[in-house]
């Protein structure tokens, strides 16, 4: 039997399948890769709320339509990637370690020599699509820091678990956790 929970955002429903983490924890399985309907109206609803910047940022691969939407809404011809992996064209590589709720094992988010070069001293805004413990967003931090960038914003379509109590995050709905029954976490 799989369960479901019935998410609205964005003046959107979508029911989203839940996936267990572990004995005690199941988590909403948001995925917007393919749904270009929830992407174009969650860009624009997050756009609403964003902070003035310069340059978007966000981390491989989930956030990667959501911040190509809201560069493509904005009238911004560039986005930046943090990639899982280093890349053959990449550059004198800028790396951070990260563990995520979503993932197995240990993670590295890297940029380019290229990416440092743009966001040098520019307002940086961090997208995602979903913020929960917190960890992809910290390793997008120290990226951008290390680049020399200005943190102006971090922002995510969903916050879940401990995200939800943050005042330094920007988000549209929360998302729970849930037990095994499926029923929510309080």
Not at 52 to 70: C, H, N, R
Request: some cysteine.
């Amino acid at each position: 039997m799989s369960m479901t929970y019935p998410m609205h955002v964005a003046g959107l429903t979508r029911d989203l399948p839940l996936c267990k983490v572990n004995d005690d924890l199941y988590i909403g399985a948001f995925v917007i890769f393919g749904d270009v309907e929830l992407t174009v109206a969650c860009a624009r609803e997050l756009l609403k709320k964003a902070p003035e910047y310069d340059v978007l940022i966000t981390a491989e691969s989930k956030g990667i339509p959501l911040a190509y939407e809201m560069a493509r809404q904005a009238g911004t011809n560039r986005y930046l990637l943090a990639r899982k992996s280093p890349k053959l064209y990449m550059k004198n590589v800028f790396t951070v370690k990260v563990n995520s709720i979503t993932t197995a094992k240990e993670q590295i988010l890297c940029i380019d020599q290229d990416d440092v070069d743009y966001m040098k001293g520019k307002r940086v805004l961090i997208v995602d699509d979903v913020i929960s413990t917190g960890e992809s967003l910290r390793a997008i931090e120290e990226l951008v820091q290390q680049a020399g960038g200005n943190i102006v914003g971090r922002m995510a379509i969903l916050a879940e678990g401990d995200a939800t109590t943050r005042d330094d995050i920007i988000y549209l709905e929360k998302l729970p956790l849930f037990n095994p029954d499926g029923t929510v976490k309080e």
